[in-house]
């Protein structure tokens, strides 16, 4: 890509991620362009489609956290690295309203710009569970898939206005769930 090109996405992407950050995956990609200072066929040259943004804006964080599953495993227990990064997952997916919409159907479609990040994300979160599993810390029964649920569900939860003052105490209900023999969770979490 010449340079100014590339100063030209990076520009579209710099003025996205707030816009993003304010009206959820919903965006209009106009409201976008406008706050650019761009035609709309200028972004839609660059990102031909609202998912190519959003792989785009999202990208750089499901590597990140995708990273910090293999930084927790290294560091900490197993089950304190299973919820630690379930945790920052959650945390992660309030800075763009309705995220887990759009990972929940790209995860599901190879097609999807997002699919191969979302697959990486789930098969880390798999990899932290399979890894608390064998250490006689997390339940049988429950795999990366049903992982990856339950964090787009507390994620959910967690950009509702009525449930969002309940989003850790529900995040301890889950871990408890996940976790064998287990009271509370760590970083913040309230025991039941």
């Known amino acids: 890509m010449r340079a100014d090109a590339q100063r030209n996405r990076d520009h579209l992407l710099t003025v996205a991620r707030p816009a993003v950050a304010e009206h959820g995956i919903d965006v209009s990609m106009r409201d976008v362009a406008r ?9 839609l040259r660059h990102f031909p489609t609202r998912e190519a943004l959003m792989e785009a804006l999202l990208h750089a964080s499901f590597e990140q956290l995708t990273g910090r599953a293999r930084d927790c495993a290294a560091s900490e227990e197993s089950a304190e ?19 887990t919409v759009l990972m929940a159907a790209a995860i599901e479609d190879p097609a999807s710009a997002l699919h191969g990040s979302c697959v990486a994300l789930r098969a880390a979160g798999a990899g932290l569970l399979r890894r608390a599993q064998e250490a006689g810390t997390a339940r049988d029964g429950i795999d990366g898939e049903d992982l ?36 509370g969770v760590p970083d913040g979490g309230e025991t039941l």
């Open 81 to 99: 690295a299973l919820v630690t990064w379930v945790r920052e997952c959650v945390a992660w997916t309030t800075e763009y309203r309705g995220v």
């Open 35 to 43: 706050r650019a200072g761009v035609g709309l066929a200028t972004l």
């Open 148 to 183: 990856f649920a339950l964090i787009a569900m507390l994620a959910w939860a967690g950009d509702q206005p009525t449930l969002a003052s309940r989003a850790d105490r529900l995040l301890n209900v889950v871990a408890q769930a996940l976790l064998t023999g287990r009271r």
